[in-house]
């Protein structure tokens, strides 16, 4: 907003750009999704089918900074931008969100299956249809769950407007996103979009690295969100590219992407994800090590051979890399970091490198067994030899609502996971002394 004179929605710049902007390490096959809501139709999200086909080829940029992310969420939001920035950097503290238009419907993700969260998630929804009018969207699996299918929820369903993972194309339609349930909740979010509309997560898990926000002062919480008075922190994300060769034993898929280069060479199929966390590849069902070539830039570093190997983003630094012995890297940090799991050498470490390399990974030619890949827990697949995985920084990252600011909350989260460890462990203590 330029001054207080104006009014209090900003509109948008005749001259800005009609689509999301793109860097340089961007491919040029990849689609923006636009359009309404399609129902019954094929698959047809980015996240799960492979890239088109383009004539015109785009080489990634040898900086060593990461893709420069794109600044507007969904349809409406975007970050506020601050006339003290020198040049195009801008301070990560000082990121506020801003809405081009007042912001009409949301998308509410709820842990399914959770009896206690059925309350919140009703409140929240009576909230939003009958005193801020707006559109709520949910999966279609959250209405199906029998515990939400009692009479006290009928007056509130039929207000709300339904989606299936995979099949229903809401990324035009949902101007921000809430989160009930703990950190796997805004990873589902995720999966979800290419370009994520702002997320507000409510902390009602386990653990809440993601989830800043408590459900007592919602409406509070929410109606500053709906103002634009609220600061958000980038989660950056991996552009995961797995191409495999189509072999003659297994079936392909339609949504797979065939290449050919001349009759010689092999098909291969190429499937695109974003992903928030981390890239696993493990040695999956096998009892023999792990043998992985790590490619950066298109060299050799080192050979993995181990359990397995994690390249994760920031975010991701706090789950399972840290678990397997990587430091903690504060979002803000642009940069991968690679954790090998189990590593039979002791001098493969973790590493962090610049957020603008490419990294691939393939099985080497004496591997004795398959690799398996998963992304953000899910998508699992088997990868075997002349199969390879691409990560690169995405340009397109997860705009995550702050409940102060972005250093206060990472410090915050970190302390209520250690007094949640704590507690777990004082409980374990007092059942076993009442045992004996």
């Known amino acids: 907003m330029e ?14 750009e009609p689509f999301p902007y793109c860097c340089s390490a961007c491919d040029s096959s990849e689609e923006h999704f636009r359009g309404k809501v399609f129902r ?19 080489r990634r940029t040898q900086s060593l900074h990461g893709p420069s992310p794109v600044t507007t969420f969904g349809p409406k939001a975007s970050m506020l931008k601050n006339p003290k920035a020198v040049m195009h950097i801008q301070d990560p503290a000082s990121q506020r969100l801003t ?24 409140e929240l929804c009576v909230f939003l249809t009958q005193q801020k009018n707006m559109i709520v969207y949910v999966e279609r699996k959250v209405i199906e769950d029998p515990a939400i299918a009692n009479e006290g929820f009928v007056s509130v369903k039929k207000n709300f407007c339904t989606f ?7 990324s035009n339609c949902v101007d921000f996103i809430i989160c009930l349930g703990g950190d796997g909740t805004l990873l589902y979010a995720s999966s979800l979009f290419q370009s994520v509309p702002p997320v507000m997560a409510f902390h009602l898990g386990s653990l809440g690295f993601l989830t800043p926000f408590n459900f007592d002062t919602y409406q509070s919480q929410v109606n ?11 989660r950056s994300r991996l552009e995961v590219k797995v ?27 190429t499937m695109q994800y974003q992903v928030l966390n981390e890239v696993v590849v493990d040695r999956g069902p096998s009892s023999y090590l792990s043998n992985l070539d790590l490619f950066l830039d298109g060299h050799l570093i080192t050979t993995v051979q181990g359990d ?18 990587a430091s903690m890297i504060h979002p803000n940090v642009p940069a991968i970091m690679i954790t090998p799991i189990c590593p039979h050498s002791l001098s493969f470490r973790p590493i962090v490198v610049p957020a603008g390399v490419e990294l691939k990974i393939m099985l080497t030619r004496d591997a004795r067994n398959t690799a398996w890949v998963s ?26 609502i702050c409940f102060r600011d972005p250093v206060n909350d990472w410090f915050e989260s970190l302390a209520q996971c250690l007094h949640w460890n704590v507690r777990k462990r004082q409980s374990h203590l007092s059942s076993e002394e009442e045992e004996f």
């Not at 397995?308 to 012995?325: E, L």
């Open 3 to 16: 001054n207080s004179g104006e009014s209090k929605w900003t509109k948008s710049d005749a001259s800005s």
């Open 40 to 58: 019954n139709r094929t698959k047809a999200r980015s996240m799960s089918t492979p890239s088109a086909p383009c004539s015109a080829k785009f």
């Open 99 to 122: 809405w081009n238009k007042p912001p009409k419907s949301v998308l509410i993700i709820k842990k399914i299956r959770d009896a206690s969260l059925l309350q919140p998630f009703k």
């Open 164 to 170: 299936r993972e995979d099949y229903d194309d809401i």
């Open 224 to 234: 500053q969100v709906i103002e634009g008075n609220a600061a958000i922190i980038l």
């Open 243 to 269: 191409v495999k060769e189509c072999r003659e034993k297994e079936p392909v898929e339609e949504t797979s992407l065939i290449i050919t280069n001349g009759d010689s060479e092999p098909k291969h199929k």
């Open 308 to 325: 397995g190997v994690i390249v994760s983003t920031p975010t991701g630094s706090t789950a399972y890399a840290v678990a397997a012995g």
């Open 375 to 400: 992304l953000d827990g899910r998508k699992r697949q088997e990868i075997a030899y002349g199969d390879s995985i691409t990560i690169t920084s995405s340009c397109f990252p997860v705009p995550s």
